[in-house]
């Protein structure tokens, strides 16, 4: 193994969700002036998310499906509009020149 790989200040670190209030323990070298009291008793630094796997809707199976068919006819749409338009602009060019 390599020796000093790791950043100072790599210690067991508390991550709480702010979101649902649930909370994880493992090792982190982020700083934090806050600190907790875990369930071994112990106070480690606190590190608050706005959002985890606790509460981001992919991991909770709340998350919303994009109606992709939906936006592909509406592209193309805008698509056949748009060379509808770039033809008849076209064609009024031609009159104008002969």
Known sequence: MKADIHPKGYRP?????????????????AGTPLTATWDDGKEYPLYLMGISSFTHPFYTGQQKFVDTAGRV?????????????????????KKKKA
Do not use: N, P, V
């Open 73 to 93: 006819d509406k592209f193309q749409q805008r698509a056949a509009r748009t060379a509808e338009m770039q033809a008849a602009k076209a064609s009024t060019g």
């Open 13 to 29: 670190m508390i991550f709480r969700d702010s979101a649902s209030g649930q909370s994880f323990l493992t090792r982190s070298c």
